[in-house]
């Protein structure tokens, strides 16, 4: 058969219990001739170890942490030389068993070399495989570096040190780089049963003589309930025996796969590549683009390593890159979320701040409105037990305040004094001046000025308290509940509307002055006006005039004037005040008002005596 | 506010375009400001031209009344003309013939005011 060496698979630390001798004694006494005849016949353990010696063979051992019954602390091999560093140097570096499972020291004796089997999982699978181990202090082969040294008939096998550890392991002219602990990353085929020799066929005679001829040969187990069952990493359950054979054909081919010192490095700086490309990227897309842009670049990271194993015989890793770029780019999405959250939150405070203010602002305003509204009489309480007159009067402020005002009241027992100004501008600004105009004016009536010259004063008055350059349109008026006769002084002001009981409508557009604060010493010139009984005063300021609808076209005094016409008939002073008022509200029909509207109507019904 | 502005002899014409309302009476002050600065004692007097303007709210008169006053101060000259019916009848009933000078025209303004 001349096989190049043959590795066993196989441990054999106990003597065979099927050998004759043993037999014989286990036999009764009865049988003496029997048991003389067993004793006669050669031991099973020497006829094997007879055999071994005709055979370039090979027996395999197996490293062991713990000690057992059949566990040793060594056993017979032939040394590996080491170039460039000590013994101890090179144990330093390999897995190291204190303890062998060996075969019998006869059976040793006989073999060409033996070799250690052991190899470790990683998780439940085989990936690496070490070609050199320790034994206590001694240096060991691996069963197939072993079994290449006696088909090659080399002295020993050679282990080179290198700078992180061993970087060689050399048998004859074979030389394979390893890892730093002289293990190899095997690259697995699938098991090929054509390879496989059952011994049933052997034993019948039925294999070809030259079979094994110069061959390597390995004997082991294989079936299903062996113990020896080893999961490779492509998913395939193997008879420990076919790595032991794919790790001999790995060695010829050179097929092995290599991740040298510097692939960490690579992986490293593919890391830290990727990571600044996600750190750089991610922030500004959205989630869904991000997430996108992650997954083309786990894509060509898988890719990368794919290809450095399929044709470059390198492993990289490129499952620890995506793992910790998954990291990365989760926790990128994760403070994205978080400054989203926070600046929703920022948002939502500062929309919160400013309803706060709007709503404090409005507040204010509400009460000012109240307030300014509270200043001006009203005309219903006012005078409930006059039959002399009757006073309607309404202000609508274009916003919360505005400038407008109007005020009545009596000099005494027969004089009613009345105003209607208009302050330049409105809202806040107005409004302020309104309050200062209309107390001002109250004051000088109230010190005993008769007619125009309350005006004259009061502009005097007024125009000296004008940081803003204000100005105030106004009419008052004085009537003489006694003799209606009614005496007028215009500022600037639209002329006052006198709606006779008789069916006419006169303007009372005599002489007047410029509006308050425009001259400081003007004497404004009185225009007297008789009233009959029944008839209306109608005092507006502008924004009656002047409303606006959504076209910005005016009311117009011509309307006004329809209006205050035809509500002649009904000749009360709040009758002819709603008809206007309806009037406007029609015709601006909901457009935001652009002025404050006052209007101020007096009926003079004669001269009654009071009751 | 926009301000056509030109010179005929020693007089300045400007004019408004627009309606002078509650929104648009600063500007139109503030764009008022440089001719009204030069409208002094020595410097000519000016001539503001109301041909283009359609509306005038109480804020317009009171950027007007402003003007007047700080013209008067430097005891310079400024007249208004050229005024649209609906801002004439404005400026009547605030009696602002009492303020400024108000010509028909320009020209008749200018002829006035010595050109």
């Not at chain 1, 050679?158 to 890892?179: N, W, Y």
């Not at chain 1, 001006?376 to 309607?392: C, I, N, Q």
């Not at chain 1, 010190?447 to 502009?459: D, F, S, V, Y």
């Amino acid at each position: 058969m001349n096989p190049a060496a043959i590795g066993l698979d196989i441990y054999m630390p106990e003597a065979d219990q099927t050998s004759p001798a043993r037999m014989a004694a286990r036999l009764p006494e009865s049988r003496q001739a029997l048991r003389r005849a067993l004793a006669a016949l050669p031991d099973h353990d020497r006829v094997l170890a007879d055999a071994l010696r005709e055979t370039p063979t090979v027996l395999g051992a197996a490293g062991f942490d713990n000690e057992t019954l059949t566990t040793s602390r060594g056993l017979r091999t032939t040394p590996i030389r080491i170039n460039g560093g000590s013994d101890s140097e090179a144990l330093a570096n390999v897995r190291r068993y204190p303890f062998v499972l060996a075969s019998l020291p006869e059976l040793q004796a006989a073999a060409r070399g033996q070799g250690l089997l052991s190899v470790d999982l990683q998780g439940a699978v085989v990936r690496r495989i070490p070609l050199v181990m320790g034994v206590g202090d001694a240096l060991l082969p691996s069963l197939a570096i072993e079994m290449l040294r006696v088909a090659t008939n080399s002295p020993a096998a050679e282990v080179d040190m290198g700078p992180l550890g061993i970087s060689r392991v050399r048998v004859a002219d074979l030389a394979v780089s390893t890892q730093p602990d002289a293990e190899i990353w095997l690259h697995f085929g699938k098991a090929d049963s054509a390879r496989y020799v059952s011994a049933a066929a052997l034993l019948a005679g039925k294999v070809p003589a030259d079979a094994f001829r110069s061959k390597l040969v390995l004997i082991g187990l294989s079936g299903f309930g062996l113990v020896d069952n080893r999961l490779t990493p492509l998913g395939e359950q193997v008879p420990g025996v076919e790595i032991q054979a794919q790790l001999l054909e790995s060695l010829f081919d050179g097929n092995i796969l290599l991740r040298p010192r510097w692939m960490a490095w690579l992986e490293t700086l593919l890391l830290i590549a990727g990571g600044a490309f996600l750190i750089w990227a991610v922030p500004p897309l959205r989630p869904r683009l991000a997430t996108f842009l992650a997954i083309i670049l786990y894509v060509a990271l898988f890719s990368a390593g794919f290809a450095t194993f399929k044709f470059m015989g390198l492993l990289l890793d490129a499952a620890g890159a995506f793992a910790s770029l998954n990291i990365v780019l989760g926790s990128l999405l994760g403070s994205a979320f978080i400054e989203s959250d926070r600046q929703r939150r920022v948002a939502e405070a500062a929309l919160h701040r400013e309803r706060e203010a709007a709503a404090e602002v409005a507040g204010e305003l509400a009460a000012a409105r109240r307030i300014q509204l509270g200043t001006l009489p009203d005309p219903a309480t006012a005078f409930t037990d006059e039959k002399r007159f009757s006073v309607a009067a309404l202000l609508e402020p274009a916003r919360d305040v505005g400038g407008d005002l109007y005020d009545f009241f009596m000099l005494d027992n027969r004089r009613l004094f009345f105003v209607v100004g208009d302050v330049s501008g409105k809202g806040v600004p107005a409004s302020l001046f309104m309050a200062v105009t209309k107390a001002l004016a109250k004051s000088v009536a109230l010190r005993g000025e008769a007619g125009a010259a309350i005006l004259t004063a009061a502009n005097k008055e007024i125009a000296r308290e004008n940081p803003e350059m204000l100005f105030v349109t106004m009419v008052t008026g004085v009537l003489d509940a006694g003799t209606g006769a009614l005496e007028l002084a215009i500022a600037g002001h639209d002329a006052p509307r006198i709606l006779r009981a008789s069916g006419g409508l006169e303007l009372a557009d005599g002489d007047g002055g410029p509006p308050l604060c425009m001259l400081e010493c003007f004497d404004y010139p009185r225009l007297d006006v008789q009233l009959h009984p029944g008839d209306t005063v109608c005092l507006v300021t502008d924004g009656v005039t002047e409303a606006m609808n959504r076209d910005l076209s005016p009311y117009g005094a011509g309307r006004f004037d329809a209006v205050v016409a035809s509500a002649a008939a009904r000749a009360s002073a709040g009758s002819l005040l709603a008809s206007v008022r309806e009037d406007v509200r029609a015709f601006v029909a909901g457009a935001v008002p652009s002025d404050d509207l006052t209007l101020l109507a007096i009926t003079w019904h004669g001269p009654r005596v009071r009751d | 506010m926009e301000l056509g502005s030109r010179q005929v002899n020693a007089i300045t014409v400007v004019a408004p375009k627009g309606r002078i309302d509650h929104a648009q009476a600063p500007l139109f002050q503030e764009a008022m400001k440089p001719h009204v600065a030069a409208c002094t004692i020595n410097g000519g007097p000016l001539l503001i031209d109301f041909s283009g303007v359609d509306y005038i709210s109480s804020m317009g008169l009171r950027a007007l009344m402003l003007i007047a006053r700080s013209v008067t101060a430097q005891k310079g000259t400024v007249a208004i003309a050229a005024l649209k019916p609906t801002v004439r009848e404005v400026l009547e009933i605030s009696r602002f013939h009492l303020v400024f000078k108000v010509y028909d025209t320009v020209d008749d303004g200018l002829i006035a005011l010595g050109a």
